[in-house]
């Protein structure tokens, strides 16, 4: 059955508290809608964990979600896979992220989060539609084959026959929300949702975002 509304969220980054009110007070999420998740649940924030068991409390009350995978989700899969990853990993938020969830180091992650970060996908099409973390190799001759891309391309535009008639949306890149609206309502290939929700010292920025595709309604705290 089609949903009523498909609904991208951008980077959340550990900001439990702005995607809990996002999804139940202004989007006010239904059982006939479907959620895309950009990815970037983790890292930064403070709250990565409260994150992770809202989207598998969503999911286990049979709620309609696509959870796709982030680079930050990727950068713990790696470091808590070779030690040699756990550098980078903690320097970007890595640290607030082994706090939330009551780790010492990247050893004992319970399973059910090691099996979310494990199962996610890289990228979720409908229609017209693609959605992905950050973007896809424009010179590929198949970039939907492309996963490194997906997780780390930054894209302003696409000229590959394959995204011909089709809309981007992803976030990865922190933008301002007014940059956001704007390149929405200016109708664009490509639409970045990621307003910083995590950077709130950042002028223009500190808001978590989401796009109703079929209404643009767009939905912001």
């Known amino acids: 059955m089609m949903p009523i509304r498909i609904i991208a969220i951008g980077d959340i980054h550990g900001c439990f508290g702005s995607l809990k009110k996002l999804v139940e007070e202004k989007i006010r999420v239904t059982k006939a809608d ?3 998740f950009l990815g970037d649940y983790i890292d930064r924030g403070t709250q990565s964990k409260e994150v992770v068991d809202y989207i598998l409390h969503l999911m286990a009350m049979k709620y309609d979600i696509v959870p796709l995978k ?5 950068m713990l899969i790696d470091a808590f896979t070779e030690d040699r990853y756990i550098p980078l990993w903690l320097y970007n938020g890595g640290r607030e992220t082994l706090h939330s969830f009551g ?3 990247t050893v004992n992650l319970p399973v059910k989060y090691w ?3 494990q199962g996610l996908e890289y990228y979720y099409s409908y229609r017209d539609y693609l959605f992905v973390h950050a973007g896809f190799d424009d010179q590929s001759t198949n970039p939907l084959n492309e996963k490194h891309q997906m997780l780390w391309t930054r894209n302003g535009n696409y000229t590959n026959p394959i995204f011909q008639g089709k809309t ?3 976030g990865h890149t922190p933008i301002t929300f007014n940059t956001c609206t704007w390149t929405i309502e200016k109708g664009a290939q490509v639409i970045n949702l990621d307003t910083g929700c995590v950077y709130k010292h950042i002028p223009g920025c500190g808001k978590l975002t989401a796009l109703d595709i079929f209404s643009r309604t767009i939905y912001s705290v």
């Open 70 to 74: 982030g680079n930050h989700e990727q």
């Open 115 to 117: 099996n979310f970060f």
């Open 168 to 170: 981007i949306i992803h």
């Open 103 to 105: 780790l010492g180091a």
């Open 34 to 36: 479907r959620l895309v």
